[in-house]
C-alpha cells in the first residue's frame, strides 16, 4: 500500500513596533509581520514578558513600568503548524524633571535652574541624556528649549506658577511646576517740615509694605540733598543755608527690595530785625 505524505512548511512568525521608542506611561503597539506558507494563519499567542498575554493579531499593551522585556509571539495556522519568534522591547524611563528658582523683587530677574536628571539610578542601562528645556513662567511667558537656566522679569508681584518640561534623546518627557514668589518692595514715602535756617528739620517715615509678600524694612538710607546723609528711620537735620533742597529716601525690607521717595524740603530765610526811633 502507498500513501501521499505532507508535510507543510511552517508559518513565519514575526512582528514589530509601530514607534520604535516608547516612553513609561505610554502603550506599545504591536503589529503582526507574520507570514503563512502552506496555510492561513488563525491564531496569534502574544507573551509580552511582563506575565501578561494576548490573543489579538496586532495587540496593544502598556507596560506598567521601564525596562527591558522579552516579548513572544506564537502563529498558528489552519493546518495547525506552529512558529515563534522571541524579540525585545525596551520601554524608557522618563527623565525627573525639578527646578529651583531665587524669590526676589518686582522689576529685578528671577533666576530658574534646573535641578532635572535622567533616571540613571534606577535604569542605568536605557535611560536618555536631557538635551530639551520648555519654561513656562506663568504670567503668559515662556522660554524655548536649548536652557537649563533662564532669567525672567515679572511685571507685577505676586505669586505665579512656573512650569518646566525636560525631554530626553528619546523623546521621553516630564513635567514640573513650583511656585515663584515674586516680591512687592517697600512703598517709600516721608514728609518733611518747613523750618527757618538755623532750625532742625525733623524727616518723618510714613513707608509702607505691601502684604502678604511684603516684609518688614530694615534699613533707611537718607539723602538731605546738601551731601548729608542718615541711617536713621526718624532723622532730624539743620541745614547750614536757605533755600530749596531735594531729599531722597531709600528703604531696604529684609528680602532686599528697595524703594525711594524724593520730597522737597524748604528751609526759609529769616525775617530781618530792624527799628527806630521816630524822635
Given amino acids: 500500500d502507498t500513501n501521499t505524505v505532507i508535510v507543510d512548511t511552517l508559518p513565519i512568525a514575526a512582528w514589530s513596533l509601530i514607534e520604535d521608542t516608547i516612553c513609561d506611561g505610554e502603550s506599545a503597539y504591536f503589529t503582526d509581520n507574520s507570514i503563512p506558507t502552506s496555510a492561513t494563519i488563525d491564531q496569534w499567542f502574544w507573551q509580552f514578558g511582563d506575565g501578561n498575554t494576548s490573543t489579538q493579531q496586532n495587540p496593544t499593551h502598556l507596560y506598567t513600568s521601564p525596562g527591558t522585556y522579552t516579548v513572544t509571539l506564537q502563529v498558528t495556522d489552519t493546518n495547525d503548524c506552529v512558529h515563534?519568534?522571541?524579540?525585545?522591547?525596551?520601554?524608557?524611563p522618563n527623565p525627573i524633571a525639578s527646578f529651583i528658582s531665587n524669590d526676589t523683587c518686582v522689576g529685578f530677574n528671577t533666576i530658574l535652574i534646573s535641578t532635572s536628571i535622567p533616571d540613571s539610578v534606577n535604569y542605568p542601562n536605557i535611560y536618555g541624556t536631557i538635551n530639551s528645556w520648555d519654561w513656562t513662567f506663568g504670567d503668559g511667558n515662556s522660554y524655548g528649549n536649548n536652557l537649563s537656566t533662564v532669567q525672567h522679569a515679572y511685571g507685577t508681584h505676586g505669586t505665579y506658577n512656573g512650569t518646566l518640561i525636560v525631554t530626553d534623546q528619546y523623546g521621553c518627557s516630564t513635567s514640573w511646576s513650583d511656585s515663584i514668589?515674586?516680591?512687592?518692595?517697600?512703598?517709600?514715602?516721608?514728609?518733611?517740615?518747613?523750618?527757618?535756617?538755623?532750625?532742625?528739620?525733623?524727616?518723618?517715615?510714613?513707608?509702607?509694605v505691601v502684604p502678604p509678600l511684603g516684609v518688614g524694612i530694615e534699613t533707611w538710607f537718607w539723602q538731605f540733598g546738601d551731601g548729608n546723609t542718615s541711617a536713621d528711620p526718624n532723622p532730624t537735620h539743620t541745614y547750614a543755608d536757605a533755600g530749596i533742597y531735594n531729599a531722597i529716601l531709600t528703604v531696604t525690607d529684609s528680602n532686599g527690595c528697595q524703594g525711594y521717595d524724593t520730597n522737597t524740603v524748604i528751609v526759609d530765610t529769616l525775617p530781618i530785625a530792624a527799628w527806630s526811633l521816630i524822635e
Fill in 84 to 92: 515563534s519568534v522571541t524579540d525585545t522591547v525596551i520601554i524608557r
Fill in 181 to 208: 514668589n515674586v516680591s512687592p518692595g517697600p512703598i517709600a514715602g516721608f514728609s518733611a517740615d518747613t523750618v527757618c535756617v538755623g532750625d532742625p528739620t525733623t524727616f518723618t517715615d510714613t513707608s509702607t
